[in-house]
C-alpha cells in the first residue's frame, strides 16, 4: 500500500495534507509530527528530524505538490522557529555549566515562556493556513517589516524594534529613570531642612528666649 492510502486511512476525512499541517503545528518538538508517520522507511533523516524539509515530507506523504498555503505556513512556522531559537540563545548567552545550575528555575521561566510563545503563534498560524484551505484565496504576508526606531534593520515576528534599536531604548528608559530618581531625591533633601526650621506661629510664643530652639529661628517668624 502507498503511504499515500495510509494517508487517507488515518486522516479521518481531512485531507492528507491539512492533516500533516495540524502535527506541524503541535506543541511538540518537529520530530515528533513526522516520526508518527506510517511508513517512515520513505523518509531520510533529514527529513525526519529537520523542520527545514516539511515541505518534502508534505510531498512524499500526499504524492503531490504541497499548496501554497502549505508553503506559506512552513514559511511562517520557521520565521517563528529561528525567533524561539535566538530567545534560547540569549536566555542562556555565555553561562557557564555553574552558572547555569544556580539560576536554573529563572532560566527554564524563561525558556519556558518562549517555548509558549513560539506554541501560540504555530496555532495562530495553523487557523491562517486553515482558513486559506477553505476559501481558496492565498492572502500575501507582509514581511521584512522595518524597525521603527532606525528603520533599516528587518525585525521578526511581532517585534518592532531591532535588537540594537530595543537595548539602547531600554538603557536610554533605564537611565531616566536613575534621573528621575535621583532629583526627586534631591528635592527631599532640599525641602527637610526647611521643614526643619518653619515653626508654627501658634506655637513661638510658648519656646523660651533662651531657649536653643530660639536661635535657629529665622527673624520675620514673630
Same mark, same amino acid.
Given at each position: 500500500?502507498?503511504?499515500?492510502?495510509?494517508?487517507?486511512?488515518? /486522516?479521518? #476525512?481531512?485531507?492528507?495534507?491539512?492533516c500533516?499541517?495540524?502535527?506541524y503545528c503541535?506543541?511538540?518538538p518537529?520530530?515528533? /509530527?513526522?516520526?508518527? =508517520?506510517? #511508513?517512515?522507511?520513505?523518509?531520510?533523516?533529514?527529513?525526519?528530524?529537520?523542520?527545514?524539509?516539511?515541505?518534502?515530507?508534505?510531498?512524499?506523504?500526499? +504524492?503531490?505538490?504541497?499548496?501554497?498555503?502549505?508553503?506559506?505556513?512552513?514559511?511562517?512556522?520557521?520565521?517563528?522557529?529561528?525567533?524561539?531559537k535566538?530567545?534560547? +540563545?540569549?536566555?542562556y548567552?555565555?553561562?557557564?555549566?555553574?552558572?547555569?545550575?544556580?539560576?536554573r528555575?529563572?532560566?527554564? !521561566?524563561?525558556?519556558? !515562556?518562549?517555548?509558549?510563545?513560539?506554541?501560540?503563534?504555530?496555532?495562530?498560524?495553523?487557523?491562517?493556513?486553515?482558513?486559506?484551505?477553505?476559501?481558496g484565496?492565498?492572502?500575501?504576508?507582509r514581511?521584512?517589516?522595518?524597525?521603527?526606531?532606525?528603520?533599516s534593520?528587518?525585525?521578526?515576528?511581532?517585534?518592532?524594534?531591532?535588537?540594537? /534599536?530595543?537595548?539602547?531604548?531600554?538603557?536610554?528608559?533605564?537611565?531616566?529613570?536613575?534621573?528621575?530618581?535621583?532629583?526627586?531625591?534631591?528635592?527631599?533633601?532640599?525641602?527637610?531642612?526647611l521643614?526643619?526650621?518653619?515653626?508654627?506661629?501658634?506655637?513661638?510664643? =510658648?519656646?523660651?528666649?533662651?531657649?536653643?530652639?530660639?536661635?535657629?529661628?529665622?527673624? #520675620?517668624?514673630?
Amino acid at each position: 500500500m502507498s503511504t499515500r492510502g495510509v494517508a487517507s486511512e488515518e /486522516c479521518g #476525512g481531512m485531507s492528507c495534507e491539512e492533516c500533516l499541517a495540524r502535527l506541524y503545528c503541535e506543541p511538540q518538538p518537529f520530530w515528533h /509530527c513526522t516520526r508518527q =508517520l506510517d #511508513g517512515s522507511r520513505y523518509y531520510t533523516n533529514a527529513e525526519i528530524n529537520y523542520p527545514q524539509h516539511w515541505l518534502k515530507v508534505v510531498a512524499k506523504y500526499t +504524492e503531490q505538490e504541497p499548496s501554497a498555503a502549505a508553503r506559506q505556513l512552513h514559511s511562517r512556522v520557521e520565521a517563528a522557529r529561528a525567533e524561539f531559537k535566538a530567545k534560547q +540563545e540569549k536566555i542562556y548567552g555565555e553561562r557557564t555549566l555553574y552558572a547555569i545550575s544556580r539560576n536554573r528555575r529563572a532560566i527554564h !521561566a524563561k525558556e519556558d !515562556a518562549a517555548w509558549n510563545t513560539f506554541n501560540a503563534q504555530k496555532q495562530a498560524y495553523l487557523r491562517d493556513y486553515l482558513k486559506t484551505i477553505a476559501s481558496g484565496v492565498v492572502r500575501r504576508i507582509r514581511t521584512g517589516r522595518k524597525c521603527k526606531q532606525c528603520y533599516s534593520a528587518k525585525v521578526p515576528g511581532r517585534a518592532r524594534y531591532c535588537d540594537l /534599536c530595543a537595548k539602547q531604548r531600554q538603557r536610554d528608559s533605564l537611565r531616566d529613570s536613575r534621573k528621575r530618581k535621583r532629583q526627586k531625591r534631591l528635592l527631599g533633601d532640599i525641602s527637610s531642612p526647611l521643614e526643619a526650621v518653619q515653626i508654627n506661629p501658634l506655637t513661638a510664643g =510658648l519656646i523660651p528666649k533662651n531657649s536653643p530652639l530660639a536661635t535657629t529661628i529665622p527673624e #520675620g517668624v514673630f
